[in-house]
Each structure stands twice: as structure tokens, then as C-alpha cells.
């Protein structure tokens, strides 16, 4: 029995017990919130990571077994022409050094941390926490980023902000639930990559998916000319060599499908200055309301915000794209039908 020397009971007990609760748990999740704030939050366990690496393995058995198709099966031991078999490896292997460049690229490419100036102060937090109603969370939010230059707002107005990471989130960032973080322009998390695809590897997931899909249209069309030239015309010509090879093409003709549309419409996308979640939800700006067109400055424009203003780092994955993540140009044609564009703004 707690000692009462008083001998006098609180009156309203329920408060305290539920306040010294919260203090708990902060105290406890403090080192979780660090871990998120850096980036390196741990999330899963390790049967869920090993989970989420099967798509990458399973991409690199696909891999192996295009490699062993193409090189061993078709041309070295098919193929009689020294002079042809010569350039077609030669440019299957250029297709191959720059899949796994932007694939590896892409994979291993991490979000950077949002700065500590977009954190919320664990002051302001608690007021946050204790505010009465959406008009007072609307106020402390609007005193927190009032120098923080950000144009977009929740459904409501509000400015949005995270309760994982305690940040106020910058224009076009996302929690991801998987990588445990706000992501800078967050597109998509990918399981094909385990990562998210965001402001830092965008080109490169873009060109990986240029290259992948030459990749396999080029296995494609080599296994449909060696069919033909084991057929022709006459299915009589069939024998088990040529059945061995339609395996191996279904595979292609499905991975080159899928390739083909991803790329379509990511180049679709960039042409637009959208991400995928935005695609799929308009984002609600500060000035203007709900649009899917404010980020869209022409179409040269919004490749350059992608690609960089170097043309000739264009094909490579290297991090050439314009900007920092945090503030982004915008339209006022969707807004005040003029044709001019800004930087973001505070709010």
C-alpha cells in the first residue's frame, strides 16, 4: 500500500494516472524518434526485411537466367557468324553494365534527412498535443512554419506535418511506413528496389527503367528472330531446341510488357512535374486550393528539374536534378491564369 500521510485522496485521479502514462511512453519512444529522425529507423523485424529482399532476389535469379539465355544458348553455342555474335554481345553487355548501374543506383540510393529546422520543438509539441480543437492545432502550426517556405496544406488548410518524425513536412514529402522516415518527393515505395523512390534517385529509377526495358526488348527480339529461323513458316520444324526457347521468351515478353508501361508512364509523369501519389491524390495548396497542375512548368522545364541542366549526364545515374528536395518552383497559371512561375513560399 502507497503510504497517504495526509490521509487526503486527489479528486480527480484520472488525469494524473493518464499524464504520468504519456510521460512513459515518451520517454520510452525517444530513442525510436531519433532513430526516425536520422533515417535509420528499424521498423521491421528480420523475417519482414528478409521479406521485403525476396523481390530483389528474385530479380537477380530473372537475371542470372537471361544472362545464361542469351550469352551460353543463343550465341555461343547457336550462333555461327563470329562477326555477328560479336556485336550482339557486345551490346547485350552494354544494355547489362547500365541495368545494374541504375538498378544498383536506385537501390542503394537513401533519402536524405530532412534538416533539424523542419523538426517541431518538443515545446511546441506538447502544445500541439494539448490543443483544443482543430482552430488551436491550426494556430500553433501556423506559428511553427511561419518561416518555413512551404505552399502546400492538409484537406483542411492546416499546415500537414508528421506524427512520427515530429517535422513539419516539406512541400511533396511523404511518412513512408516501410522506410520508417519522411521522404523527400516521395513517388512510391518499390519493392522491386526495397526503397522508396524519391527526389535523390528519381532519375536514376527513371533510367532503370529506360535501360531495363532495352534490355529485355533486346532478348526479346533476339529469341523471336532465332524461333523464326527455326520454324520459318512450317510448325513441322519444331524439335526440343526451339520448345526450350519459348520459356525464356514468355519471360521476356512479360518483363518487356511491364517494363514498357512503367516507363510510359513515369515519362508521362515527369512530363507533368507529378509523382505518383500526387497522380493518384491532389495535393491542396496554401493559395489556389486542391490541383494536380501547380508543379507543372512546361515540359522542357520539368525534365530539367529531373535531369539537371547538364545534358550530358542525362543517360548516366548520376545525381545531377535541380534543387535541394525542400522547396520546389510552382505555376501561377493554374492559379491566376498567368503563364509565369515562382519559387515556393513561406507561409
Not at 538498378?103 to 483544443?132: G, K
Not at 512541400?171 to 523512390?197: E, F, Q, T, Y
Not at 536534378?321 to 497559371?333: A, E, I, N, P, V
Request: glycine content about 6%; some cysteine.
Amino acid at each position: 500500500m502507497i503510504d497517504n500521510p495526509s490521509g487526503v485522496l486527489p479528486t480527480n485521479p484520472v488525469p494524473i494516472v493518464a499524464q504520468l502514462a504519456i510521460e512513459y511512453l515518451t520517454e520510452n519512444s525517444e530513442d525510436e524518434y531519433r532513430q526516425r529522425r536520422s533515417g535509420r529507423a528499424t521498423c521491421c523485424s528480420g523475417f519482414d526485411c528478409f521479406l521485403r529482399w525476396i523481390p530483389v532476389i528474385f530479380m537477380g535469379a530473372v537475371l542470372v537466367y537471361s544472362y545464361y539465355v542469351y550469352v551460353w544458348h543463343l550465341c555461343l553455342q547457336k550462333m555461327t557468324n563470329a562477326a555477328l555474335t560479336g556485336v550482339l554481345l557486345l551490346w547485350y553487355h552494354l544494355l547489362l553494365l547500365m541495368f545494374l548501374w541504375t538498378y544498383w543506383r536506385t537501390l542503394w540510393t537513401q533519402c536524405r534527412p530532412i534538416p533539424e529546422e523542419w523538426s517541431i520543438p518538443e515545446a511546441d509539441w506538447m502544445r500541439l498535443q494539448r490543443a483544443d480543437g482543430p482552430e488551436e492545432r491550426r494556430r500553433v502550426l501556423a506559428a511553427i512554419a511561419r518561416a518555413l517556405p512551404i505552399t502546400m496544406c492538409d484537406q483542411n488548410g492546416v499546415v500537414r506535418y508528421c506524427v512520427h518524425c515530429r517535422l513539419i513536412k516539406p512541400d511533396r514529402a511523404h511518412h513512408c511506413r516501410s522506410c520508417g522516415c519522411c521522404i523527400l518527393k516521395m513517388d512510391h515505395h518499390c519493392p522491386w528496389v526495397n526503397n522508396c523512390v524519391h527526389f535523390h534517385n528519381y532519375k536514376c529509377f527513371l533510367l532503370f527503367l529506360l535501360y531495363s526495358s532495352l534490355y529485355c526488348l533486346d532478348i526479346l527480339v533476339t529469341l523471336l528472330l532465332d524461333l523464326h529461323q527455326a520454324w520459318g513458316i512450317d510448325f513441322d520444324n519444331v524439335d526440343l531446341d526451339s520448345l526450350l526457347t519459348i520459356i525464356p521468351m514468355v519471360f521476356a515478353l512479360i518483363f518487356t510488357a511491364a517494363a514498357l508501361i512503367m516507363l510510359g508512364m513515369h515519362i508521362y509523369l515527369v512530363l507533368l512535374n507529378r509523382t505518383t501519389m500526387e497522380s493518384a491524390h491532389s495535393p491542396t495548396f496554401c493559395v489556389g486550393g486542391r490541383t494536380r497542375q501547380a508543379f507543372d512548368l512546361g515540359c522542357c522545364e520539368n525534365l530539367r528539374e529531373v535531369f539537371g541542366d547538364r545534358w550530358y549526364l542525362w543517360p548516366l545515374p548520376i545525381y545531377s536534378s535541380r534543387g535541394d528536395g525542400l522547396t520546389f518552383s510552382t505555376s501561377h497559371k493554374s492559379r491566376d491564369g498567368s503563364g509565369s512561375s515562382a519559387s515556393s513560399t513561406g507561409v
